[in-house]
C-alpha cells in the first residue's frame, strides 16, 4: 500500500471512533507512517522499544493501545488526539510474524466544569491552581521536564521577572501546543517590548498572547491578546487562567471549547 495522508485517513475510519487495530503489510515501512503521523498530530510518546515497556505508562499515557497484543508490542508511539489514542509501530500477530500495525482507542479525558464568567477576577479566581487544573482539563500525565530553561539569565536578559505560573506551565509541558493551536513560547517573545508586551504564546491564526508589563509584580500583568489585525483585547488574569478559560469558555472571545469537546497538550519534545 502505499502511504499518503488520505491511506491513513481511510485506515482510521476504518478503526472508528470507538477505537480497534489493524494489521498492516509485512512490506511496510513502520518509520515511515510514524513519521506521516508525527507530521500531523506532533511528537509521539514511546510506549513499547525494542519488546520494552516504558514502566511509567498507565491509562492516562495511553496504555490502552497495548491491550489487544498480549505482550507482543516490539516498538509502539501513541499520540493524544482529542478524545482517542492514535498509536503505531511493530507487533507479532497470531502466527509470529513481525508487522506494522495502527492502533486507536478511546481517551478518557477529564471534563471540568466550565468557569464562571467572573472567574477572571482576584475573588473569584483566588486560590485556583491553574497550572494543576491545565493538567487535568488535557490529562496530561508527564512528569515535569527538566530545568532546561535558565529562568535566572532569561530574566536578566529581559530586565524584569516573570510570572511564576508561566514558568511552572513550560516547566510542565514544555514545547508544544494546547489542542494542536495554541504555542507555548518556552521563552517571551520581545517583538512587541516597545509597546510594553512580552508574547507568552501564540496561536496558528497569528494571534499573540502577551502580558501587558505593568506594576512592579508581574503575577498581576494582565493578558492582552494582540490580534492579526494588531487589535488588543485586555483580559485581567494571568496566563494560566487565560489558558483554563479559552479551553472551556464556549462564551469566550478566543474559545477553543467550540471546536473541541476534548483538550490535549501536543508536545514537540521527544522522551518519555
Known sequence: MELTHAA?????????????????????????????????????????????????????????????????????????????????????????????????????VPHMPAPAPNENEDEEGAGVDWVRRLREITGWSRPARRPEVDWARVQARLGTRLPGDYRRMVATFGAGAFDGHLDLNQEPWTDLREDGLLIWAVTEHKDRYCWRMQGEDPDGWPVVVRSSADKDTVFACPAAQFVCRILLDAHHPYTLAGYFDTHWFMTYDDGP
Not at 475510519?13 to 515501512?29: E, F, I, K, S, V
Not at 513519521?35 to 500531523?40: D, F, P
Not at 489487544?68 to 509502539?76: D, K, L, S, T
Open 8 to 108: 491513513v485517513d481511510d485506515l482510521l475510519a476504518r478503526l472508528g471512533r470507538g477505537g480497534g487495530h489493524l494489521y498492516l503489510p509485512a512490506g511496510l515501512d513502520p518509520q515511515a507512517l510514524t513519521e506521516l503521523l508525527a507530521g500531523r498530530f506532533g511528537v509521539p510518546r514511546t510506549l513499547v522499544l525494542d519488546g520494552f515497556t516504558d514502566p511509567t505508562v498507565g491509562e492516562c499515557a495511553g496504555a490502552a493501545v497495548l491491550d489487544p497484543f498480549a505482550g507482543r508490542v516490539v516498538r509502539m508511539r501513541v499520540w493524544a488526539c482529542g478524545d482517542r489514542w492514535v498509536a503505531t509501530g511493530t507487533a507479532h500477530d497470531a502466527a509470529g510474524v513481525l508487522r506494522p500495525v495502527l492502533v486507536a482507542a478511546h481517551r478518557q
